[in-house]
């Protein structure tokens, strides 16, 4: 296993989780699943068993409700989730989507403890003229006092790139489906 591998947090956003990404994530040392459907309840129990038999995070996205009905760790507020948040249990960590330092304050607003700056690398999404790059990752997240991970155009090549960043780790879809 390389050496990044063990201290990055990895992140991967699904609906699903099968065979093949329950291996390549548990190849991190701090595993961490972003259900991002609402609408198939087993889905989410069986990703959830999995989580806690091999002690990896389980967060939803933007449904702190669901949250709290399921016993969950925790939920991801995307860039455009925009309402105010009243959570009155420290037992849901939030985690925040920005792209610049405006979006920054307002999710340190709704409590979001830690940050995906979005778009690194260039993806299908996100051509090479929108991306923010490893130097402008580094200045746009450098005086942020909260935990950073680097979201957008993630692969092994890449993976090793974030190194050279104050990203604790990343989070991804095509990653783990490769």
């Given at each position: 296993?390389?050496?990044?591998?063990?201290?990055?947090?990895?992140?991967?956003?699904?609906?699903?989780?099968?065979?093949?990404?329950?291996?390549?994530?548990?190849?991190?040392?701090?595993?961490?699943?972003?259900?991002?459907?609402?609408?198939?309840?087993?889905?989410?129990?069986?990703?959830?068993?999995?989580?806690?038999?091999?002690?990896?995070?389980?967060?939803?996205?933007n449904n702190?409700?669901?949250?709290?009905?399921?016993?969950?760790?925790?939920?991801?507020?995307?860039?455009?989730?925009?309402?105010?948040?009243?959570?009155?249990?420290?037992?849901?960590?939030?985690?925040?989507?920005?792209?610049?330092?405006?979006?920054?304050?307002?999710?340190?607003?709704?409590?979001?403890?830690?940050?995906?700056?979005?778009?690194?690398?260039?993806?299908?999404?996100?051509?090479?003229?929108?991306?923010?790059?490893?130097?402008?990752?580094?200045?746009?997240?450098k005086n942020?006092?909260?935990?950073?991970?680097?979201?957008?155009?993630?692969?092994?090549?890449?993976?090793?790139?974030?190194?050279?960043?104050?990203?604790?780790g990343f989070?991804?879809?095509?990653?783990?489906?490769?």
């Open positions: 296993m390389n050496s990044y591998k063990k201290k990055f947090n990895a992140f991967y956003f699904g609906n699903k989780i099968d065979k093949d990404i329950k291996k390549k994530l548990l190849k991190f040392k701090y595993p961490n699943i972003i259900y991002i459907n609402h609408k198939n309840i087993l889905d989410l129990l069986e990703i959830k068993k999995f989580c806690k038999n091999y002690k990896v995070k389980l967060y939803v996205s702190i409700n669901l949250a709290k009905k399921f016993n969950i760790n925790g939920v991801h507020l995307g860039a455009d989730y925009k309402k105010k948040i009243y959570i009155n249990s420290k037992k849901i960590d939030l985690i925040g989507t920005v792209h610049n330092q405006k979006d920054f304050y307002f999710k340190r607003q709704q409590g979001c403890t830690a940050i995906f700056l979005s778009p690194i690398f260039e993806t299908k999404k996100y051509s090479k003229n929108s991306i923010l790059n490893i130097q402008k990752f580094n200045l746009n997240s942020w006092q909260t935990h950073v991970y680097a979201l957008a155009g993630i692969n092994e090549n890449n993976l090793k790139k974030l190194s050279i960043t104050k990203a604790e989070g991804g879809i095509g990653f783990f489906n490769l």
